[in-house]
T-cell receptor
Framework: EAGVAQSPRYKIIEKRQSVAFWCNPI?????LYWYQQILGQGPKLLIQ????????DSQLPKDRFSAERLKGVDSTLKIQPAKLEDSAVYLC????????????FGDGTRLSIL | QKEVEQNSGPLSVPEGAIASLNCTYS??????FFWYRQYSGKSPELIMS????GDKEDGRFTAQLNKASQYVSLLIRDSQPSDSATYLC?????????FGKGTRLHILP
């Protein structure tokens, strides 16, 4: 079974620039999550999709972050404009459904803001 | 009270000993509990899930759940240097999964 695919693995941009991350979940997984993980902390949920609908985006800074999951499969997360405090690893995860199923993580995208 | 609390460590354990990692949670109606291992620079990897009170064993790992005390733990028997990592506790809150900040475990050769 192929795992969760993410790209790019690394990204370096200057503050106020924009950046986008891509995620392809495990085939058949209805639920997709985007997390932000700052060094030394646990993953923080940014947004959760069930198929192509948003279940929870309460911690997504909507003035600069946006995410979509067209056709209920792939997803993109965008930051525009980036701030220094956005430097983190962005993790995508998927699960069979949202009812307490374990999540499987991709390798993440390490974002550095200069 | 934080939703999911873990001691950040580091927890140092001699090779071959039992490592005990603890986690408390605030939502009394939580039903799903997970332990993830995260090596430095890598993404979290699921190692155990537990849904019922009691113990669940998988190889050298045992998860223990006590819903009355809102407490879940992970025991690692015969600790190996390769077990050195950060261990994340995750608990459901409704349809969301909340992660703790993780406990850094260091196995001393």
């Amino acid at each position: 079974e192929a795992g969760v695919a993410q790209s790019p693995r690394y990204k370096i941009i200057e503050k106020r620039q924009s950046v986008a991350f891509w995620c392809n979940p495990i085939s058949g997984h209805a639920t997709l999550y985007w997390y932000q993980q700052i060094l030394g902390q646990g993953p923080k949920l940014l947004i959760q999709f069930q198929n192509n609908g948003v279940v929870d985006d309460s911690q997504l800074p909507k003035d600069r972050f946006s995410a979509e999951r067209l056709k209920g499969v792939d997803s993109t997360l965008k930051i525009q404009p980036a701030k220094l405090e956005d430097s983190a690893v962005y993790l995508c995860a998927s699960s069979l459904d949202r009812l307490g199923q374990p999540q499987h993580f991709g390798d993440g995208t390490r974002l550095s803001i200069l | 009270q934080k939703e999911v609390e873990q001691n950040s460590g580091p927890l140092s354990v001699p090779e071959g000993a039992i490592a005990s990692l603890n986690c408390t949670y605030s939502d009394r109606v939580s039903q799903s509990f997970f332990w993830y291992r995260q090596y430095s620079g890598k993404s979290p990897e699921l190692i155990m899930s537990i849904y019922s009170n009691g113990d669940k064993e998988d190889g050298r790992f045992t998860a223990q759940l006590n819903k009355a005390s809102q407490y879940v733990s992970l025991l690692i028997r015969d600790s190996q240097p390769s077990d050195s990592a950060t261990y994340l506790c995750a608990v459901n809150k409704g349809d969301k999964i909340i992660f703790g900040k993780g406990t850094r475990l260091h196995i001393l050769p």
